[in-house]
């Protein structure tokens, strides 16, 4: 790559602006952790396949970068960075990496292909055939650019997982270890490129397929979609992979805000027993398994009739869809909250005459 480009990204680290302290009233607002300064990086030339490249460092991870648009290129550590400064600080206080997270970020999906087939071998072909993106695999993320922006949403996706992969000594059951990835992929980034705030509320992708999935009547019952994985809900397409995700990370929301925050300790709670190696003991197994049952999870944690809870979180996701919610989602807002608030304000003002 360029020695230009070097140095673009280091003066990019070394003039990062933090986010601005100030909250709109009722607005999700910046993680006190995001006010802190990004480190230098260390910046090295890299090459794969006879294009030049970067290998950036930071405390915490690395990323060796093919990305051909300079901007993105620029943006991409310091997006990561503060991403897993969320990881860990969003829905309580989590422990740091206990290895550097490594991604690998290429510019085209023929290098992809390649580094793929050199990396896996024989067990290549099964990633291959994913869409669009890339995949996680002991940690280490392998993507392509896929666009600025949908590429931003992949890293904070793929980065949840290979934090998890990295950190948690137990495994999170599929549909919260992919509805928090879902949950981390909201942010905004400001028109200066330096400042990003993370939002879980802001992901319009999954919002929109949540509120298609609501009008089509095709909601997943909470049973099943805590019971399924990613693959098996691949295996009946893609629209229904996308639904899955969307839903989970509507649930995701749930748990953490809906019925009042009644469900928020628990929630948390598990977050961090997984990642502390206290699930099993927590749930009185005797012994630890690799990967828990969902059902048997949601189950134990939550203490609550399967059927109620499913009642609950439906009648949650028809609040979030509902008209007018997609302002509040373009904030970064609780839909939900942002209608009462608005609905609070009319009740307010004066009737007209």
Known sequence: M???????????A????????????GAVGPEPTMLAPMPQPSIAEWEFGGAEGTLVRLPELSMHLL???????????????YAGLHYRTALGALPEPRRPIDTYIFGKRTQWERYTRDVLGDSAE???????GGYTIDGRAVLYDIGPVDTLFIVAHE??????????LEQLPPWMEEGLATFMEGHRMLSDRNTIEFLPWRNLERFSELRSVVREGGMISLGRLVSGTPQSFLGDG???????????????????????????AAFRQLIDDAANGRMADRMGLARR????PGRLVLSQYFKVDERELDRQYQDFVKLVVASGAGDAIWLGENPIEFAARKAAGKSASPSPR
């Not at 360029?2 to 003066?11: F, G, Q, R, V």
């Not at 070394?14 to 009233?25: D, F, G, Q």
């Not at 990305?67 to 960075?81: G, I, M, N």
């Open 67 to 81: 990305v051909r648009d300079r901007r993105l290129a620029e943006t991409l550590p310091r997006f990561a960075w």
């Open 238 to 264: 893609r629209d229904s992979l996308l639904s899955y995700y969307a839903q989970v990370w509507a649930l995701m929301h749930f748990l953490n805000e809906g019925e009042g925050g009644i469900y928020r």
């Open 14 to 25: 070394c003039t990062t602006t933090p986010p601005s302290s100030e909250v709109t009233p």
């Open 289 to 292: 398994s690799r990967l828990m």
């Open 2 to 12: 360029a020695a230009s480009l070097l140095i673009a990204l280091a003066m990019a």
């Open 126 to 132: 099964l990633y291959l055939g994913m869409g669009r």
């Open 159 to 168: 980065g949840w997982h290979q934090y998890t992969q990295s950190t948690f």
